[in-house]
Structure formats: C-alpha cells, structure tokens
C-alpha cells in the first residue's frame, strides 16, 4: 500500500519498481539462454547482473527493523533471508568462516539458493509473508508490491537451470553495491517501414532525383503497420521455437546420459543378486555338508560311549 505518499513519489516509485522488474526477466531470459548451451559458472556476466540486480530489489526502500530508537542503519537484507529462509541454507553460509559480514552472507546465501534450485520457492515464500515484510519495507517497496509474485512466475524457470558455483575464495564482504549493467539489454531495431523512409529522405536529400525516380520504381511499397507488427510476432514465435528445440534437445541428452547410468546400476545390481544366490547356494551346501558330519561324529561317537559303560560295568566288581 502507498497510502500517504505524495502522487509523484508514487510515480517514481512505480517506474523503479517496473524498471526492475524489467531487467530481471531480461537477466533470466539470458540465464535460460545460456543454460542450454552450458552450465551457468561463477565467471558468467549475465550470472553477476542477475545478483545484482536481486540486490538492487531487495534493497529498494529497505529499511531494516525498526527499534526504540527508529530504524537500523544497516544496509542489508540478512536479517530476512534468516527469517524467512530454510534454516539449513542458513546454517551453510554461517558456517563460511571467510565471509565475515552480513552483505557477504547474504550474497552467498544467494548463489546457494541458485544452486540449490530454492531461490523461486522463496520468493514465492515472501509473497505470502507481507505482515513480515512491512517490517523491514517502507510503503512503494518492490517487496511490499504486487511485482513481487510477477518476480516469483518469472523465477519459476531458474529450477530448470543447472549452476556450478564456487561459494568460496570469492569476495563477497564487498561493501559497495555494484550498479546495474543495462548494456547487454539495449538492442534497438528499426522497423522496414523507417528503413524505408530513411532511404527515401536520403535519397531526396541527396539531390539525385533521378535515382530516386527509379528506386521508387522498383522499391516495393511500404508495409502496412498490420504486416510489419504480424512478421514481427511471426519472427518472435521462430525464435521461441528455435529456443524450445534446443531446450528439448539439451534435455534429450541428459535423459540419455540418466538412461545410461541407470541402465548400469541395473546390471551392477544383477549382478550382485546372482553372486547374493550363489553364496546362498554355497551355504545351503555348507549346511548340509556339516550336518553330514555331525551325524557320523555321532554315529562313531556312540560305540565308544558304549564300550565305556561295558568296561565299567566290568570293573564294578572287582572293587567291590
């Protein structure tokens, strides 16, 4: 809620909000572009964006626990992430002994949740925490907003991504937040329609009008607006297509490989099960084999106990 703000604070705050919003799909998108290809490792540049970025979210309009005296100073979300994260991911980072700081905490806790595959569930958490939240938020926070669950279905794809990151001998402890790198994000297309016009006015303002007589002449005419927006969307559907095949293809593969291994773990266990029945066999033999030879130490027992009892029988006698 942004109830009391003045209507250009919440202005700002809403273009904030969106802006992140924006660049932290684009981050994703490039995340699952790269995880078809390979695992996402710690050298990765579209890896480092996206955790800034997460920052820059769960920083916007944080101002930690309030107290007595107001609110804490302090320029970190770890507080939250031990609140409301999994106890055990918690305990892993506490236990890096080289990170000495809450920022450096929570920057590892975040990689481990990449790797883990729980960063969506806890998004997803926050969503449904907001009482706990408007503790930590002022009123036009991204995390007090309805960006929030947008950002958790977004992140819903980061599961199916594999991370091979190192969480140590890297510098977390940093104090400084690095900014956001928009660069990679910027691409600008121009549409046939201002290729076109472009070429005309250059061509008229080239003087040439001969050239532009016969250009015009075998220049096709301009493209509706409903044509131009129609290929465009037809260009989109390809290169989600394209984006899917590989995807399937890259999945294919791993279930190949999973097949493989099972398949192996399989016949290992065969293999033992008919060694487990052979021993058993091999026992069972044993077993009759010692009873065999009890019986006969019985049966050549048995006349000597009895020739014992003759003799003294025999004696008996002779001592009385």
Not at 30 to 40: C, G, H, R
Not at 299 to 312: H, M
Request: proline fraction near 4%; glycine fraction near 4%; include cysteine.
């Amino acid at each position: 809620m942004e109830l009391g703000l003045p209507s250009k604070l919440r202005l700002e705050l809403a273009i904030q909000r969106t802006n992140l919003l924006g660049v932290c799909r684009m981050c994703v998108k490039s995340l699952v572009d790269k995880a078809v290809i390979e695992p996402v490792s710690d050298d990765d540049e579209n890896l480092h964006n996206f955790c800034t970025v997460m920052e820059h979210i769960m920083l916007h309009r944080y101002e930690g626990q309030w107290s007595f005296f107001g609110p804490n100073d302090t320029k970190d979300f770890w507080i939250v992430i031990t609140r409301l994260a999994p106890p055990t991911s918690v305990g892993s980072v506490m236990d890096m002994e080289a990170i000495q700081s809450n920022v450096g905490r929570e920057r590892a806790w975040l990689r481990l949740a990449l790797v883990q595959k729980r960063l969506a569930h806890f998004i997803a958490t926050l969503v449904t925490q907001r009482d706990v939240l408007r503790q930590y938020y002022s009123a036009g926070a991204f995390m007090r907003s309805s960006e929030l669950a947008e950002l958790a279905e977004t992140f819903k794809c980061l599961d199916s991504i594999d991370f091979t990151l190192c969480l140590r001998g890297l510098d977390f402890d940093r104090a400084d937040l690095m900014p956001v790198n928009y660069s990679p994000y910027l691409c600008f297309r121009q549409s046939r329609e201002s290729v076109t016009e472009d070429t005309l006015e250059a061509e008229r303002l080239s003087g040439s009008k001969d050239n532009q007589s016969v250009n015009e002449d075998v220049a096709p005419p301009p493209e509706s607006s409903e044509l131009v927006k129609t290929k465009e969307l037809l260009r989109v559907e390809r290169e989600q297509k394209s984006y899917f095949e590989k995807l399937v293809g890259t999945r294919d593969h791993r279930l190949e490989q999973l097949t493989e291994v099972v398949e192996e773990k399989d016949k290992h266990t065969k293999d033992l099960e008919k060694i487990i029945l052979e021993l058993q066999e091999q026992s069972a033999k044993l077993r009759l084999a010692l009873k065999q030879a009890e019986s006969k130490i019985q049966a050549l027992t048995l006349p000597v106990q009895q020739q014992s009892k003759i003799q003294e029988l025999t004696l008996l006698p002779v001592q009385q």
